[in-house]
C-alpha cells in the first residue's frame, strides 16, 4: 500500500508538470511539488524501512533550506508599487513597476522573490504568495523589478497599485524615417500609437511593505565588461535582465572598466505600444552611455506586423518584423570582429570574445537551437525569466 501511496504521489508531480498543466494552473504545478515530494518520501519510510535514513536526512535538508530562506534570505523593506497603463490595443496586458530601496546586496540579472501582505485588500490568498522577478536596475541605484500580469497574482498587483493611479505620459513627437530604410508606410494605429507618448510626466504609486528573499541566480564570476562585445537580447518581460545588464555595463563604462566599444540591445514586443512604457527609460541609459567610451545598439523588433519596415525614433531604431536571430548574432559578432581589429594597436587590447545575454522563454529555446556547434568565442548565458 506504502508503495503505491509513493508511485502515486510521484505521478501526481509528472501529471502536473505537463506543459499545458503548468501554464495554465501553475498553482496546482506548484502545490503539488512540494505535497507530493514530501507524500512520496514518507510514503518511501514506511515502503522500504531501510530507505528512513536516507528519506529522513532528505526531509531535513528541504526543512533546513525553507527556515534558512525565511530567515537569513528574507527581509521587510518598503516599497513603491506602480502601474503602467497596458497598451489599447491588449487590454490584458500592463505592468506594474516595485521599486525598492536596496542600493547593495545584489548583482544585475539576478532574481528576488516577492510577497505583498497589502494584497490582503484585494481578497483571496495572494497576499500569502510568493513570486520570483528578475531585477531591471543596474547596482549602486534602487531596485526596480518589472511586473508584467500575467497571471491572478500579477493581475492583482496591478490592480492593487492602480489605486494609487497610473503613470500620466505626455504626447510624443513623430518617429524620424531611417536613411537609406524602406519607405515607411504606418497604418493609422500605428501613426496613433506613436503619437502617444513620450516623457513621464508624472508618477503615481502606492506605498506598502513588501517581503523580499533573495538574491538567487545571476551571471555568477562571470564579468560582461570583461568581453569585446556584448548583446543582449531580450523578448517579452525578459527587457527586465537586460535592463539591469544594461545599467550596469554603463556603471562600468563610467568607471573605466568596460572592454566593449559596442553593446547590441535587442528587444522584440508584440506591438510598438508594448514598448512605449519603457522608451524614455532606454533613451535615458543610452544618453548615459554615449558619454562613456562605447556606443550602444539599440534595436526594437515589433513581430505582430505585417510588413517589415524600419525606422528610428531618437536613438531606438525599430523594425516592424521578428528578427532573424542567426543574422542578429552574425551582425554583432561581425561589428565585435571590427571593433577589435580598429583598436588591436590600442596597448593590452585584445580579442576576449563576444558575450550573448539572452531572457525570455521563447527567445532561450530558439537561442538554445542556434548556440550548438559555434565558436567557444561566443559565450551564451540565459535566464529563466
Ligand atoms: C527566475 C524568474 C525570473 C522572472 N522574472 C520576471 C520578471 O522580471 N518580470 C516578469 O514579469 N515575470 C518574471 N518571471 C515570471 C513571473 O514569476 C510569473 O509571471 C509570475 O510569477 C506569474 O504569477 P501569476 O500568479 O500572476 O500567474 P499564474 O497564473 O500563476 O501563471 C501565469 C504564467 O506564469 C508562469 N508562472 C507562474 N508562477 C511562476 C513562478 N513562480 N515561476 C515561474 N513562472 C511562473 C506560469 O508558467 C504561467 O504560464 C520570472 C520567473 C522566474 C522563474
Not at 230 to 243: F, K, P, R, V, W
Request: proline content about 4%; glycine content about 10%; aromatic content about 10%.
Amino acid at each position: 500500500m506504502a508503495g503505491i501511496v509513493a508511485w502515486s504521489a510521484f505521478a501526481f508531480i509528472g501529471l502536473t508538470s505537463i506543459p499545458i498543466i503548468r501554464k495554465r494552473m501553475y498553482g496546482l504545478f506548484w502545490a503539488s511539488h512540494w505535497i507530493g515530494f514530501v507524500t512520496a518520501i514518507v510514503a518511501l519510510m514506511f515502503h522500504k524501512p531501510y530507505t528512513g535514513l536516507f528519506a529522513t536526512i532528505c526531509l531535513l535538508l528541504y526543512t533546513k533550506d525553507l527556515i534558512l530562506r525565511l530567515i537569513l534570505k528574507t527581509r521587510v523593506v518598503p516599497a513603491k508599487i506602480i502601474a503602467f497603463p497596458a497598451p489599447s490595443s491588449d487590454l490584458s496586458s500592463g505592468s506594474t513597476q516595485i521599486i525598492l530601496p536596496l542600493r547593495s546586496g545584489w548583482r544585475a540579472g539576478q532574481h528576488v522573490f516577492i510577497r505583498v501582505p497589502a494584497l490582503r485588500e484585494m481578497g483571496g490568498m495572494a497576499w500569502l504568495e510568493n513570486h520570483p522577478f528578475t531585477i531591471g536596475s543596474g547596482e549602486g541605484g534602487e531596485l526596480v523589478l518589472i511586473v508584467k500580469k500575467a497571471g491572478d497574482w500579477t493581475r492583482n498587483l496591478y490592480d492593487f497599485a492602480l489605486r494609487g493611479g497610473v503613470v500620466r505620459l505626455s504626447v510624443s513627437p513623430s518617429p524620424e524615417k531611417d536613411d537609406g530604410m524602406n519607405e515607411v508606410d504606418f497604418s493609422q494605429e500605428d501613426k496613433r500609437d506613436m503619437n502617444l507618448v513620450e516623457r513621464v510626466e508624472e508618477v503615481l504609486g502606492r506605498n506598502c511593505k513588501v517581503l523580499v528573499e533573495g538574491p538567487y541566480g545571476g551571471p555568477c564570476s562571470t564579468v560582461f565588461a570583461s568581453y569585446s562585445g556584448i548583446m543582449l537580447i531580450a523578448g517579452g518581460s525578459g527587457i527586465t535582465y537586460s535592463l539591469g545588464m544594461f545599467e550596469d555595463v554603463i556603471r562600468k563604462a563610467e568607471e573605466g572598466h568596460l572592454r566593449a566599444s559596442t553593446v547590441h540591445f535587442v528587444w522584440v514586443v508584440k506591438t510598438y505600444e508594448h514598448a512605449l512604457s519603457l522608451l524614455n527609460h532606454l533613451e535615458d541609459l543610452n544618453s548615459r552611455a554615449c558619454q562613456t567610451i562605447f556606443k550602444p545598439l539599440i534595436t526594437i523588433y515589433i513581430s505582430r506586423s505585417f510588413r517589415r519596415e524600419t525606422f528610428t525614433q531618437g536613438s531606438i531604431r525599430f523594425v516592424t518584423a521578428r528578427p532573424d536571430l542567426p543574422t542578429v548574432l552574425r551582425e554583432g559578432v561581425g561589428k565585435t570582429r571590427s571593433d577589435i581589429l580598429s583598436m588591436s594597436c590600442a596597448p593590452g587590447v585584445g580579442s576576449c570574445g563576444m558575450i550573448v545575454g539572452v531572457c525570455g522563454v521563447s527567445m532561450r529555446f530558439t537561442f538554445i537551437s542556434l548556440v550548438s556547434g559555434r565558436s567557444s568565442r561566443l559565450t551564451m548565458l540565459w535566464t529563466t525569466a
